[in-house]
């Protein structure tokens, strides 16, 4: 009979269940750094026009600096559970930071796109284990009765990054150079390594899992294929280019063959072995069929307030803001009625917000009362802060000690995922009701440039504008329909107080 596990030192005892300030420390440095990781995924997206003209480049190109950095922090995010068991996560954590920063020192310096590209992976590598670290560290340091504030507290720059990215881009590049995207990350990195070395306790290295190097082979490059093809699908206009489908196929015969490989494995890359909790199984459909709506849909009102009512991107980033008000809000609330009553009913609750919101964007049209769509955004942020970090507690909240950093590996990979697919989605309906308007584009590039105004007959472009809207409310249409699907695997979710699965740890060892 073996002795139990020590879990005490790192979670605390059941009836200590306010946050004291040792997890607010610690939460404090993982919020750093997911902002970091977070927004650099957003912020780039507003330079792209800007390396277009600094490199002399296409958009195609340019927008691999996007592509690049999201296919890094795919292929890092299955090795990122195994590493941490192996090294522990404080030394991973700093590891990951100081990748991160040095990528972010080396974007600065790129010469041509190329290196930006290359410097941009290195950023992504180091980007892609911030995040799963980041809510392992939190878990531990909270325990299981109170790990619903402390998600609530890494939710808050998963839910601003896509909000706050194209404001803080747009910022730096009109008043400074875009140099200063990459280059703000040193000063926020730089404390955020002092304070991890500080605040993050000691790590206390146990015996290793053998690497599962057969299941690296099959399961990074097989996602990074994936999600390649994926990505390629709004540029190709079809699913059926060779571009799209070649990766795609390939991708996923490498991920169904880690799948039998995993079932077979007794230390896999990726535990599939976590399906077996029914808590997690239900957690990760939600999150799928969630991811792909909220952050397909993401793309589309940025893109509706430039395109249709002629924004720029600074203003459409601040039009935004009312969604991340709204989260910020319910965001806290939530995080302690989750620990207090299980994450299914708040799930619900968001859901719900979430398809009426939603429903007012489905009725766009050119001329769309602000006040209205602003309300619209706020009343989706009051049901995003109840959604997306309760799903991520429904996952992890009833997994052992040992499991946490599986388990959130796998929670951040099929976030990735299905966050990629949404908008490969979304981008693809968009563009093909776009095409399938004779006036929409040329009033849109209208509204771009007035000297084309003059070659349009009389009214195209107010009608064009109003064909272009059209295809955004029909566009949102699919989102609701994802947003409300997701009702059904969140039905599933737990309704009741999570129990200790420290217990349970003790109880697993004690006859072993």
């Not at 109170?146 to 839910?159: E, I, K, N, T």
């Not at 709506?293 to 203003?315: C, I, K």
């Not at 039009?319 to 809000?329: E, K």
């Amino acid at each position: 009979m073996t002795q139990p596990p020590d879990t005490q030192a790192a979670r605390p005892a059941p009836s200590a269940d306010k946050l004291d300030a040792a997890v607010f420390k610690v939460a404090g440095v993982v919020v750093l750094g997911a902002i970091m990781s977070i927004l650099d995924i957003t912020v780039v997206s507003v330079a792209i026009p800007t390396f277009q003209r600094e490199f002399d480049t296409s958009y195609a190109i340019a927008a691999w600096t996007m592509t690049g950095y999201t296919l890094a922090l795919a292929s890092v995010i299955p090795l990122t559970g195994w590493a941490a068991d192996r090294f522990g996560t404080k030394r991973l954590y700093i590891m990951a930071l100081t990748f991160f920063v040095l990528g972010s020192v080396l974007c600065s310096t790129a010469w041509n796109i190329e290196s930006l590209i290359a410097f941009r992976v290195i950023q992504g590598i180091g980007g892609g284990m911030l995040m799963p670290l980041g809510m392992t560290i939190m878990t531990h340091a909270a325990g299981p009765q109170r790990v619903g504030r402390v998600m609530a507290v890494l939710g808050v720059p998963m839910l601003l990054g896509p909000i706050g990215g194209p404001i803080l881009g747009g910022w730096l590049i009109e008043n400074f150079s875009w140099h200063w995207i990459f280059l703000i990350n040193v000063p926020i990195g730089a404390v955020a390594l002092v304070l991890a070395v500080i605040v993050f306790p000691a790590d206390k290295p146990e015996p290793s899992e053998s690497f599962d190097f057969l299941g690296m082979l099959l399961a990074s490059p097989g996602l990074a294929l994936f999600l390649f093809g994926v990505s390629s699908i709004p540029g190709e206009g079809t699913v059926v280019a060779t571009k799209v489908l070649l990766p795609v196929i390939i991708g996923v015969l490498l991920v169904i063959a880690f799948v039998f490989h995993a079932l077979r494995t007794e230390h896999p890359l990726i535990d599939l072995h976590l399906f077996r909790n029914r808590a997690l199984t239900f957690a990760v459909l939600t999150m799928v069929l969630f991811a792909v709506a909220f952050f397909g849909a993401g793309l589309l009102l940025p893109t509706y307030l430039q395109q249709v009512r002629g924004e720029s991107a600074l203003q459409a980033g601040l039009l935004i803001a009312p969604q991340g008000l709204g989260a910020m809000l319910t965001m806290p609330i939530a995080g302690r009625l989750v620990d207090k009553i299980g994450p299914g009913k708040i799930v619900i609750f968001g859901i719900a917000l979430i398809s009426i919101g939603t429903a007012y964007f489905v009725q766009l049209d050119a001329g769309s009362s602000y006040v209205f769509l602003l309300t619209a955004l706020f009343v989706m942020g009051l049901g995003m802060g109840c959604t997306m970090m309760p799903i991520m507690t429904a996952a992890i909240q009833t997994l052992t000690h040992q499991q946490v950093a599986r388990g959130s590996t796998l929670m951040n990979i099929v976030n990735q995922t299905a966050g990629s697919i949404g908008t490969a989605t979304m981008s693809v309906v968009l563009t093909n009701l776009l095409n399938n308007e004779p006036l929409a584009r040329p009033a849109i590039a209208a509204n771009f440039d007035p000297s084309l105004a003059s070659k349009l007959p009389p009214g195209a472009i107010e009608a064009g504008l109003q064909q272009a809207a059209q295809a955004f409310s029909h566009t949102y249409l699919v989102a609701l329909v994802l947003i409300v699907l997701t009702l059904v695997p969140a039905f599933f979710l737990p309704r009741t107080k999570p129990k200790n699965p420290a217990a349970a740890d003790a109880a697993t060892a004690v006859h072993v």
